[in-house]
């Protein structure tokens, strides 16, 4: 299995550029977690899907972000506009239950300039 | 709402010396899973605890579960370099409720 794959690996963008972020989860989970991870605030739930279908949403930060998952093998997490602040590493992260533990990506690492 | 807390924030120990992290919950817990993310990694799950008073041990780790599902601690005995990384704890209030991650603890570990 190669696990959960994350692309791209490195982002940079400028500010109020569109930002998509993808994310293959392990066959068989069904659930897929996107994570966000900075010095100050830590690792952050922004939003998990269970089947597809995204259950809680309230940890995306602003109407900028929005996640989709059109089947079970993909799903991608974009930013438009971007800003700097959005600058961190992006992580998503599968589970087969919400119950086990998650297997996460390798992460996006973007920076907004 | 829901609080996950961990102490110490940073450690550095002398290799062969024990570490242990701390982990507290505002919360009465269903679960808690322990993490490591390496420098530069990505978190990698580790165990869940889930039995009130439950200790799990992997080789020189061993992980426990409070009495009252509030807290947590991992202890590593005779660390190595290959323990070098932060480890985060993430609780569950609830099975219904999403695991909300620790601050996490650095190890430092000094040949």
């Known amino acids: 299995d190669a696990g959960v794959i994350q692309s791209p690996r490195h982002e940079v963008t400028e500010m109020g550029q569109e930002v998509t972020l993808r994310c293959k989860p392990i066959?068989?989970?069904?659930?897929l977690f996107w994570y966000r991870q900075t010095m100050m605030r830590g690792l952050e739930l922004l939003i998990y899907f269970n089947n597809n279908v995204p259950i809680d949403d309230s940890g995306m930060p602003e109407d900028r972000f929005s996640a989709k998952m059109p089947n079970a093998s993909f799903s991608t997490l974009k930013i438009q506009p971007s800003e700097p602040r959005d600058s961190a590493v992006y992580f998503c992260a599968s589970s087969p239950s919400r119950n086990y533990g998650y297997t996460f990506g390798s992460g996006t690492r973007l920076t907004v300039v | 709402g829901q609080q996950v807390m961990q102490i110490p924030q940073y450690q550095h120990v002398q290799e062969g010396e024990d570490f242990t992290t701390y982990c507290n919950s505002s919360t009465t817990l269903s679960n808690i899973q322990w993490y490591k993310q390496r420098p530069g990694g990505h978190p990698v799950f580790l165990i869940q605890?889930?039995?009130?008073?439950e200790v799990k041990k992997q080789k020189r780790l061993t992980f426990q579960f409070g009495e009252a599902k509030k807290n947590s601690s991992l202890h590593i005995t005779a660390t190595q370099t290959t323990d070098v990384g932060t480890y985060f704890c993430?609780?569950?209030?609830?099975?219904?409720?999403?695991?909300?991650f620790g601050p996490g603890t650095s190890l430092s570990v000094i040949p």
């Open positions: 066959s068989g989970h069904d659930y």
């Open positions: 605890l889930v039995k009130s008073g």
């Open positions: 993430a609780g569950m209030k609830t099975s219904y409720d999403k695991v909300i």
